[in-house]
Structures are given as C-alpha cells and as structure tokens.
C-alpha cells in the first residue's frame, strides 16, 4: 500500500512539474538572451560625444576653472580673454558678474555687445547674474523678487541670453523624489500602498557635461540664424517673439524600486532627456491699459534613452524576475504670473465634460478688438525702446498628439497646470500579466511613453493696470514635473511604481511699450538759398535709407516701458538713423547746408542731429550748437 501511495505520489508530482515547466515555459518569449539583448538600449552615459561646434569668437571672463570649461573648449575653439568687436558671445562665472557690475568700463564693453544682440551667458549663476540680466534688460528688480528667484536660477548649471529675448537655461541633475509604488498579490489582487521618499545621489556623468555645452553650441548656431527685426520686405514689420529654451537631464534611478524585495540588484541608471520651450509674444492693449502675454509651451521627452524593456534580474529555476521600466508617464506643467492684476484666458489643451479635448487655442486677439502693440526696432535691439506697430496674434490650433497620455487642465485667476497621464498611476495599461505561479508575459507599453512624446500647451496671461508696475520685472514661474513608470513581476507579486522629478525655475516677461509718440525728422535749419523744392529733393534721397523712411510709416510709432523714457527711446532710435545715413551717403555732395532734426508731436525735438555741408555727411551731438553759414 505504502509502495503503491509512493508510486501514485511520484507520477502526481512528475505531472505536476511538467505542467510548470510547460507553463513557465510557454510564457516566455523562444530566444529569451535574444530579447534581453534587443532591450537594453545602447546607452552613452559616460563619455561625452562632441556633436555640435561653434565657430564664433567667445570671451571666457573668469570662467577658466568652471568644471564645465572643458566640455565648452571641445566645441568652441575660438576664445579670447577680453570683449572685442569681433566677440560674438561673453562667458562668465558668477563672481566675474559682480566685477562687471561694479566695473564703468567693463560694464560699457558689456553693453554694447549686448546692443547688438549678441549672446551673454554665466556658468553655474545665482543673485549677480539676476541682477546683471534684469539690468541689460533695463529692467527694476526689488530684492524680494531677487530671493525669490534665487533657487531657482542656483538650479541652473548655464543660463544665456540676447537682447531679442532668446534665452537658453540648462538645469542642474537633482536627486530623485516623490516615489511611490503598490503591490498586488497574484493570488489575492489584493494592493498594499507603499509610499517613499528617497533621495539618491546623482552621479553626474561626463555625457551629461557633455550635453550641457552642446546645448550651448546648438542654441547659439539656432540663434545666430535669427534676429529681433523680422521683415519680409522693406517697411513691412511683424512682431518679435520671446523664445526660452529650458533643456533638462532627468537621472532614472530604479534602486529605490528594488530595495528590500527578491528581484536581484536594480539595472543600471539611464537619462530622460527634455526640451522645454517657452514662446511669449507680448504686445499692450491700449483700450484696457493692460499687458498681454500669449504663452505657448511645448516639451519634447525622449523616452528611448531611458526605458529598459522586459529585463530579466533574477532566476529561481524556472522562475523569471522581470522589470520594465523608466518610461514617460506623462510631465505636469504649470505656469504662474507673479504680480498683482493678473487673469487668464483661453487655456488649450482643456479636457471638457464630454470627455473631449478642446484643442484650439485663440489667443487676446478676440478680446482686445484684433491687434495689440508690440516692439521691434529696424536697427535692432534698443536698451530704451524702438518702433512700435499693431498686429493681430496668430490663432493657434494644439492639438493632443496622444490620446493614450490623456490630459487635465486646473486654472484660476494667476496660474494654470496641466497633468498628462492617467489620474492613477495604477490605471496605466500593465506591462505585465502576472498569474500565480507562472512567469510573467510581457506586452509594450504605450508608443509615446518610449518614444520622443511632444506636449503643447498655451494660455493668455493679462496684466491689467499694467502702466502703474513701470520698469519692474514680471516673472513667469514655471513649474515642471516629469512622471517615470515602473514596473516588475514574479510569479508570485506584481509591482508597480512611479517616481516624480520637480523642477521650477523663473521666466521674466519681455518688456512691452506703454507708452507712445510720433517722431518726425525735418529742417532744423539751412542756408539762405535752399528752397522747399531743394528740401523735398534731399527728403527723397533721405527716404532711400529703410531707418529714415520708418519714421514717415503711418503703422509705427516710438514707444518706451515708461513715458520719461520716449525721447531717450527716440534718442537711440534716431542716432542709429544717422549713421545709417553716415555711412550711405557721406560724400554725396547737395547745394546747400542743412541740419536736420527730429521732433515729437507737441514740436519738442531731440537734442541730436544730421549735418550736411560740403559733401560732408555727420553725427552732431548738439544741433542748436551748428551755426549755418549763410550763402
């Protein structure tokens, strides 16, 4: 009896290992080396691949010993140690900043670099690069404004910028937070909540010091192709645009995931790299004495450089441990106007109650009767102010290019944000079907979330009673969030997790005019003999310069942020003018002596002028001091 309970015991026990085998067996893809090997992406996170070079002169001013100089010298070999003419971009670190701001001279060189719109950047910059951008901006900051911003801008390994409001910042690599997971039991599907904050060092790889100088060089070849003044033919204007390139390295780390359970030691680190790009085009409405700020934000996340797919990280027999993970879930953007008098309108992308997207986006243009005012200046940027002209906002259709990353939109009167993903992180598709005592089967997730995934969003921010804030700065705070999915199982349980990496860092609204006057150039004074037919004949030949002819186009006018600051607007656009008219026609002989100036609409004219005699075309400083000799 015994033997026979023996016997049928071994064949039970033999049936029932060949139906786990089988069964463990059959859930696994046939070449399963193939398939880990096809998973794990080829990944470059330790050496750093020079891609990109710029071939534009670089004053390097107290940055030589920035960890980061390095990785800038691989791909711009053109330096020099002082500000020349031929400079195109001045680097600084935070201390030489304070020398600068403390420094006539230097700051003068600064200046007139910066005039023509070309590139200033500070490696590794806190409160002295917030106060030397708000001053080249010619912007008043208070102090409160500036501690405010110091945390964020200390984020920031590299922040560079032009006069034309192209700005580039590049965030430092920060620790991992806000980390949660569940687990369920295969048997049970019961879920147990695990939350965790954990906080893992960074190892800051020379990949990823690498990318911040291509970065650089990448934004600075971008830029070098565009300018303030967009004109598709003479006298024709459009709007310029504020453009703010946040580009960020997020450091997927999975060892939080696997401390404290069976799965085997946690597979390597790897990067989530994003863009974030801000566009603000900024213009007044003068009916309702208010700013207008149309904001479109847009990030691109590469998913493909961080998720590892159906990883096996530990055997038991025929038992198989896997992970696949580090995927996009899905970013949380938020945007915030911090000063008083703020609301909104238009927000896009909106969730809707019929569970649609409304996706078109259409900006103040409806509100403020079709234009607004903005700036541009055809000589290029001005400290003071240049021309202004009226134009309509672009309508703008956002679309949602992934309807599996679904979207909420939350707003009040000074802030909106935006959350991709499933509310639940629970409610993301599995990525593996787990049973009881079977290893796990595998299935992809979502394309987007592996991929390059672009979310846009826009919004219309107004500042209303905007003239009383005068030169003061106006900080968009720009909140960032990126989602990273994780997942594991064994025959036994079956893990899933999210871990939140949040960024937030400052943006300052470029400065819109108020404030406007028309500016005429006419004859302050010639000699005895010169006729209104002579002066109309000298006009024409005036009108041939595309600066001089702006002053007569009906669209434009000269604006400044605040009303002392036109004449000095004028000022600056008019001396620009001259020696436009200098170099063009000096040498080009008229019959008769003229001083030429420029005046406002109660007859007020500016102190500079144009005097012509002999052939001899100049600048003059003063024109009441040009005493026309008579004939």
Not at 51 to 78: C, D, H, I, W
Not at 203 to 222: D, F, I, P
Not at 582 to 592: A, I, K, M, P
């Amino acid at each position: 009896m015994r033997a026979r309970m023996n016997k049928g015991y071994f064949w039970v026990m033999l049936v029932a290992s060949l139906l786990c085998f089988s069964s463990c067996s059959d859930r696994e893809p046939q070449n399963q080396a193939e398939v880990n090997e096809r998973s794990v992406p080829e990944l470059n996170t330790s050496f750093d691949v020079v891609k990109t070079s710029y071939e534009g002169q670089v004053a390097v001013l107290g940055a030589e010993s920035e960890e980061l100089m390095p990785y800038f010298q691989k791909r711009m070999s053109n330096t020099t140690s002082s500000i020349t003419p031929q400079t195109d971009v001045v680097l600084f670190n935070e201390s030489m900043v304070q020398v600068v701001l403390n420094d006539t001279t230097l700051w003068e060189s600064l200046q007139k670099h910066w005039e023509q719109n070309k590139a200033v950047a500070v490696l590794s910059p806190s409160v002295n690069a917030i106060k030397l951008f708000a001053k080249l901006y010619g912007n008043e900051i208070t102090e409160e404004q500036i501690q405010a911003q110091k945390e964020s801008i200390e984020g920031l390994s590299i922040y560079a910028a032009k006069a034309d409001f192209n700005q580039l910042s590049y965030l430092r690599p920060e620790t991992v937070d806000d980390c949660v997971y569940q687990v369920m039991d295969t048997i049970t599907r019961e879920l147990k909540d695990v939350a965790v904050n954990v906080t893992e060092p960074i190892v800051v790889t020379e990949a990823m010091k690498g990318n911040v100088a291509e970065s650089v060089a990448l934004w600075l070849n971008e830029t070098n192709q565009s300018s303030l003044l967009r004109s598709a033919s003479e006298g024709s204007f459009t709007y310029s645009e504020f453009t703010h390139k946040v580009t960020y390295d997020v450091t997927v780390d999975r060892a939080w995931f696997f401390d404290g359970k069976s799965f085997g030691s946690a597979p390597e680190n790897t990067n989530l790299h994003s863009v974030i790009e801000l566009k603000v085009y900024a213009g007044y409405d003068k009916a309702n004495n208010r700013d207008v700020y149309d904001v479109r934000v847009n990030e691109l996340i590469d998913g493909g450089g961080s998720y590892i797919k159906d990883r096996v990280t530990r055997t038991n027999m025929l038992y198989k441990y896997k992970y696949s993970g580090g995927n996009n879930y899905g970013p949380i953007m938020a945007l915030d106007l911090q000063t008083d008098g703020v609301s909104l309108t238009s927000p896009a992308p909106c969730s809707s109650s019929t569970g649609t997207y409304s996706t078109t986006y259409t900006p103040a243009s409806i509100t403020v009767g079709g234009t607004l005012t903005g700036g541009a200046s055809p000589s290029g940027p001005t400290v003071n102010g240049g021309f202004n002209f009226s134009y309509t906002p672009p309508k703008t259709t956002i679309t949602v290019a992934h309807a599996e990353m679904p979207v909420d939109c939350h707003d009040n009167l000074t802030w909106v944000e935006w959350a991709y993903g499933q509310k639940d992180y629970m409610d993301f598709p599995d990525i593996y079907h787990a049973e009881w005592g079977f290893n796990a089967s595998y299935s992809d997730p979502f394309y987007c979330t592996r991929s390059n995934c672009k979310t846009e969003q826009a919004v219309t921010f107004y500042v209303n009673n905007s003239r009383s804030l005068g030169e003061r700065n106006i900080p968009l705070k720009v909140s960032a969030t990126f989602q990273i999915y994780h997942e594991m199982a064994s025959p036994w349980e079956h893990w899933k997790g999210l871990s939140k990496r949040s960024r937030t860092f400052y943006v300052n609204m470029p400065k819109v005019s108020r404030y406007f006057d028309r500016y005429t150039p006419y004859c302050y004074a010639s000699s005895d003999f010169a006729d209104a037919q002579s002066w109309n004949n000298l006009e024409t030949m005036l009108k041939g310069n595309v600066n001089y002819k702006q002053f007569y186009n009906d669209n434009l006018e000269l604006g400044a942020t605040v009303a002392n600051k036109l004449d000095l607007a004028a000022e600056d656009m008019w001396k620009k003018t001259v020696e436009s008219l200098v170099e063009q026609y000096n040498g080009r002989n008229t019959v008769h002596e003229y001083v030429i100036g420029l005046a406002n609409t109660a007859g007020k004219h500016i102190k500079s002028g144009l005097h012509i005699k002999n052939g001899k075309w100049e600048y003059v400083q003063d024109i009441s001091q040009i005493l026309v000799e008579q004939e």
